[in-house]
T-cell receptor
Framework: DGGITQSPKYLFRKEGQNVTLSCEQN?????MYWYRQDPGQGLRLIYY???????QKGDIAEGYSVSREKKESFPLTVTSAQKNPTAFYLC???????????FGPGTRLTVT | AQKITQTQPGMFVQEKEAVTLDCTYD???????LFWYKQPSSGEMIFLIY??????QNATEGRYSLNFQKARKSANLVISASQLGDSAMYFC?????????????FGTGTRLTVIP
């Protein structure tokens, strides 16, 4: 099946621990994105990558880190420096020649 | 300033009726695009429709159409013949070309409830 997978769907962590969220795609899309969604709000961009081994900060990158070692994978690490990490995290991809982004099913992270 | 504004937190529509979800935007970029996404309770964002700023005609995709009024900076989504499965959150988003990255800016969404 072609698509975007994010695992796990629900993730629980203790405060002070780093946690890595997975995003894998087999669509052969060039660009990948990480968004955060809080209750009652729209999506906010954390990081994006347009090609392998290159990525840029979005609007709310503080407390997060990413890597893009392979075209298919764009993992997001939520570090202990992120003040309010509890949120719904969505990964998206975009083919270089088009504008629309396609989203994965999301990971709901709860930090207590 | 907000780039995307959705002023309707919630909307109700009778099944089989049409409904319009409002979206206004703010940009100085002459080349931009407007999107609508649907988010069911499962959480996944589903792409519905896209309108480019230079497109001459309003975009349509099945029961979805985008009422693009450039001078008013509005890009309202019209859903015709509403179905129970249309109940979801709907987000308007915009891309700008000037950054070169085609990143999306999202509104806060409208929750649509279809009444049987």
């Amino acid at each position: 099946d072609g698509g975007i997978t994010q695992s796990p769907k629900y993730l629980f962590r203790k405060e002070g621990q780093n946690v890595t969220l997975s995003c894998e795609q087999n669509l052969n899309h060039d660009a990948m994105y990480w968004y955060r969604q809080d209750p009652g709000q729209g999506l906010r961009l954390i990081y994006y990558s347009q090609i392998v081994n290159d990525f840029q900060k979005g609007d709310i990158a503080e407390g997060y880190s990413v890597s893009r070692e392979k075209k298919e994978s764009f993992p997001l690490t939520v570090t202990s420096a992120q003040k309010n990490p509890t949120a719904f995290y969505l990964c998206a991809t975009r083919q270089g020649s088009t504008y629309e982004q396609y989203f994965g099913p999301g990971t709901r992270l709860t930090v207590t | 300033a907000q780039k995307i504004t959705q002023t309707q937190p919630g909307m109700f529509v009778q099944e089989k009726e049409a409904v319009t979800l409002d979206c206004t935007y703010d940009t100085s970029d002459p080349s931009y695009g407007l999107f609508w996404y649907k988010q069911p309770s499962s959480g996944e964002m589903i792409f519905l429709i896209y309108q480019g700023s230079y497109d001459q005609q309003n975009a349509t995709e099945g029961r979805y159409s985008l009422n693009f009024q450039k001078a008013r900076k509005s890009a309202n989504l019209v859903i015709s013949a509403s179905q129970l499965g249309d109940s979801a959150m709907y987000f308007c988003a915009m891309r700008e070309s000037q950054t070169g990255a085609n990143n999306l800016f999202f509104g806060t969404g409208t929750r649509l409830t279809v009444i049987p």
